[in-house]
T-cell receptor
Framework: DAGVIQSPRHEVTEMGQEVTLRCKPI?????LFWYRQTMMRGLELLIY????????DSGMPEDRFSAKMPNASFSTLKIQPSEPRDSAVYFC????????????FGPGTRLTVT | RKEVEQDPGPFNVPEGATVAFNCTYS??????FFWYRQDCRKEPKLLMS???SGNEDGRFTAQLNRASQYISLLIRDSKLSDSATYLC????????????FGSGTKLNVKP
């Protein structure tokens, strides 16, 4: 079975540009999580969805960040405008209700903002 | 103060050695505890949950000390393939969706 799929795997962009990261969760999983990992701050939860509805976005750093989940098989994380401090690896993860501790992470998107 | 803190290492050990990492957490309301493994430039993967009574999975033993608010991971008979970064994670009572991760401890097992 396919795992969590993220695209692109690498993104290099200039400051001020819009960046869109994409995620396809494991089929049938009803929870989706967006994380950011940096050397300084480690792995941080940004937002999570349940049945396509955002439940907790308290980790979203600021208004420049937004996330959507238009259907059960697709989510986006958008940064507009991007800044150099947004450079990080962004992971998407999914899980199935009833398996609370088993989150499956995607391979991540490595974002560099110059 | 960070919710979860770990010694970043690296821990450099020879094959066959026993190595242990600790992870401290700041919130006494933390309820569930986990160890994740992350290989270089890869995603984190769940290694094991940490139960109150301690638990073992092959060469790996995890323990929880609530009084001192830390969890530990012991790896016996280290293999080259154990080289990775080990992240601890906790979540709070009432919200098992919100994980707080440590920054990880890097382990290098040398031949």
């Amino acid at each position: 079975d396919a795992g969590v799929i993220q695209s692109p795997r690498h993104e290099v962009t200039e400051m001020g540009q819009e960046v869109t990261l994409r995620c396809k969760p494991i089929s049938g999983h009803d929870y989706l999580f967006w994380y950011r990992q940096t050397m300084m701050r480690g792995l941080e939860l940004l937002i999570y969805f349940n049945n396509n509805v955002p439940i907790d976005d308290s980790g979203m750093p600021e208004d420049r960040f937004s996330a959507k989940m238009p259907n059960a098989s697709f989510s986006t994380l958008k940064i507009q405008p991007s800044e150099p401090r947004d450079s990080a690896v962004y992971f998407c993860a999914s899980r199935l209700t009833g398996t609370p501790y088993e989150q499956y992470f995607g391979p991540g998107t490595r974002l560099t903002v110059t | 103060r960070k919710e979860v803190e770990q010694d970043p290492g690296p821990f450099n050990v020879p094959e066959g050695a026993t190595v242990a990492f600790n992870c401290t957490y700041s919130n006494s309301a933390s309820q569930s505890f986990f160890w994740y493994r992350q290989d270089c430039r890869k995603e984190p993967k769940l290694l094991m949950s940490v139960y109150s009574s301690g638990n073992e999975d092959g060469r790996f033993t995890a323990q929880l000390n609530r009084a001192s608010q830390y969890i530990s991971l012991l790896i016996r008979d280290s293999k080259l393939s154990d080289s990775a970064t080990y992240l601890c994670a906790v979540n709070m009572k009432g919200n098992f969706n919100k994980f707080y991760f440590g920054s990880g401890t890097k382990l290098n097992v040398k031949p």
